[in-house]
Nanobody, 122 residues
Framework: QLVESGGGLVQPGGSLRLSCAVSRRTFSSYLMGWFRQAPGKEREFVAAIRWNDNSPYYGESAKGRFIIARDNAKNTVYLHMNKLKPADTAVYYC?????????????????WGQGTLVTVSS
C-alpha cells in the first residue's frame, strides 16, 4: 500500500514537499516514482529513484525544480517541489516498480497510491 501526503494550495514560486509512505517490507528493493495528472490531461511521469544506488531520474517538467529522495529506513519517498508554477497543478501519484532499472511508462509500475492534490494559485 502506498499513501501520499503533503499536497495542498501553494502560491506560484512557492515550495511543497510530498511524501509517500510504503507499507511493504520490500520497499527498499523497489524503484519508486512520481507521476501527476492535470485536469483533462494524461498522467505524466515526473521523477523516479532507484533503490540500489538512490540515483534519480527526472521528467522534463521536473528538471531543475524538483528533487526526489527516499528514506529506506522509514519506507518513504519524497518529492521536493520548488519554484512551483500554475502548470504544476495536478493530482500527484506515488508508484512502485519491482525492479532496479529506471522506467517512465505508467504501465510498468506495479503499485499506486491514491494521489494527493497540488494546486498552485495566487
Amino acid at each position: 500500500q502506498l499513501v501520499e501526503s503533503g499536497g495542498g494550495l501553494v502560491q506560484p514560486g512557492g515550495s511543497l514537499r510530498l511524501s509517500c509512505a510504503v507499507s511493504r517490507r520490500t520497499f527498499s528493493s523497489y524503484l519508486m516514482g512520481w507521476f501527476r495528472q492535470a485536469p483533462g490531461k494524461e498522467r505524466e511521469f515526473v521523477a523516479a529513484i532507484r533503490w540500489n544506488d538512490n540515483s534519480p531520474y527526472y521528467g522534463e517538467s521536473a528538471k531543475g525544480r524538483f528533487i526526489i529522495a527516499r528514506d529506506n529506513a522509514k519506507n518513504t519517498v519524497y518529492l521536493h517541489m520548488n519554484k512551483l508554477k500554475p502548470a504544476d497543478t495536478a493530482v500527484y501519484y506515488c508508484a512502485a516498480n519491482r525492479g532496479s532499472d529506471i522506467v517512465v511508462a505508467e504501465y510498468e509500475y506495479d503499485y499506486w497510491g491514491q494521489g494527493t492534490l497540488v494546486t498552485v494559485s495566487s
